[in-house]
């Protein structure tokens, strides 16, 4: 066994060991039958084996889970995000799309403009204001004459509404005159028809006395 | 590869990869924040991990090289050298060292980091020598030399101490 050993330790200084042949001196020297010409040896193998319990410390193992670290980070991302994308997407796309609409959509609408006179395409502003002002001159004529006639109307109904009344004094004092007459006249309200009446005169009497 | 993926085949070589970089840094914080920031990278690019045939060989390497990088941005590397011979440790610094693995440790630590990280990713992480001529990015031949050559200057420093 002594001899196996030596010749293994020979092996391993000249680094030509296996690694079941150091895993072997590893175990020999961690044991308690280390021969006393091999003690010198013990601490180099047994350091070895020490320093296998060097370790991270869990705690800074932190990227255990990568998923959650992501979480994590999205988390707070996702709450700053919302606090800044107010303040860095909205308003800046707001400012943008005002500045697109001056800049791009206005001068194409007023360069595409145009009026269709009498199926015509017209983009002369000049033309096309001084043919709406004569059209609007037309119009204005055609309005006040109207107007006039309108007039006339009005003036009529009230010629119609003044022969009305007038027609209704008329009947008041025909009734007053049949309430003063000496002789009862039985009238006829519904048609009044006056051709019942009797004829006031000598004439017609003398025919009723016949 | 999925976060389940990730997580069984390569978070799970966290203390392999913090025990190389604090090999090559020297330091606990900086070494944890070395395997913490190539974890990230490696998620960033974890749907081009499939196409990676060895996947732990590959991120020891990228451990080493990005460890590499660090002390060439932070001017920190004034042994990583292979001329650079093992300094001897003053009556204070001996004093401290107590305990076994202490003084194992301080010995490696002493070594040029070619050395020094050939004999740990063969004697604590058990890697095969071809693997370790990946992650070195050397031939084979130059790692069994690089290993022999620590083991015999380890085995220098620890025996004198022992007797």
Same mark, same amino acid.
């Given at each position: 066994m002594t001899n196996y050993i030596n010749s293994l330790l020979d092996k391993y200084f000249e680094g030509e060991t296996t690694i079941p042949e150091e895993r072997l001196l590893k175990d020999y020297f961690s044991s308690d039958e280390v021969k006393s010409e091999h003690e010198k040896y013990r601490p180099l193998f047994? +350091?070895? /084996?020490?320093e296998t319990k060097a370790h991270m410390n869990p705690e800074k193992i932190s990227f255990t889970n990568p998923k959650e670290n992501k979480k994590e980070k999205n988390n707070k991302s996702n709450k700053q995000g919302k606090a800044l994308s107010k303040r860095f997407i909205i308003y800046p796309a707001v400012a943008a799309a005002v500045i697109l609409f001056f800049v791009l959509i206005l001068p194409k609408e007023s360069e595409n403009s145009y009026v269709k006179i009498h199926g015509k395409k017209i983009k002369n502003t000049e033309y096309v204001e001084q043919y709406t002002h004569a059209k609007l001159k037309k119009v204005n004529v055609l309005l006040s004459g109207s107007l006039n006639s309108? #007039?006339? /109307?009005?003036?009529?109904?009230? +010629?119609? #509404?003044? +022969? /009305?009344e007038a027609v209704g004094s008329i009947r008041e004092t025909i009734d007053i005159i049949y309430e003063n007459l000496p002789i009862k006249i039985i009238r006829n309200e519904e048609n009044n028809d006056l051709s019942s009446l009797p004829h006031i005169g000598g004439s017609n009497s003398k025919r009723t006395n016949a | 590869m999925d976060s389940i993926t990730f997580n069984n085949q390569i978070l799970i070589l966290s203390n392999k990869l913090f025990r190389l970089a604090k090999s090559i840094l020297k330091n606990d914080d900086d070494a %944890? *924040?070395?395997v913490q920031e190539l974890n990230k990278r490696l998620w960033e690019k974890n749907k081009q991990l499939d196409k990676i045939e060895n =996947?732990?060989?590959f991120i020891m390497r990228s451990m080493r090289n990005m460890c590499l990088d660090i002390l060439k941005y932070?001017?920190?590397?004034? *042994? &990583?050298t292979n001329d650079i011979e093992y300094t001897e440790h003053s009556p204070y610094t001996q004093a401290e060292q107590k305990d076994m693995y202490q003084q194992i440790s301080n010995i490696i630590d002493r070594l040029p980091e070619t050395q020094r990280n050939v004999i740990r990713l063969r004697d604590? !992480? !058990?890697? !095969? =020598?071809?693997? $370790?001529?990946?992650i070195m990015q050397m031939t084979e031949?130059?790692?069994y030399t690089n290993l022999s050559r620590a083991r015999l200057k380890v085995r220098? %420093? &620890? $025996?004198?101490?022992? %007797?």
């Open positions: 047994c +350091g070895f /084996i020490d309108l #007039e006339n /109307i009005t003036k009529a109904r009230r +010629g119609v #509404e003044m +022969g /009305i | %944890q *924040d070395a =996947i732990p060989a932070e001017k920190r590397n004034t *042994d &990583l604590v !992480e !058990e890697m !095969e =020598i071809e693997e $370790i001529a990946y031949s130059a790692v220098e %420093q &620890l $025996i004198p101490r022992m %007797q």
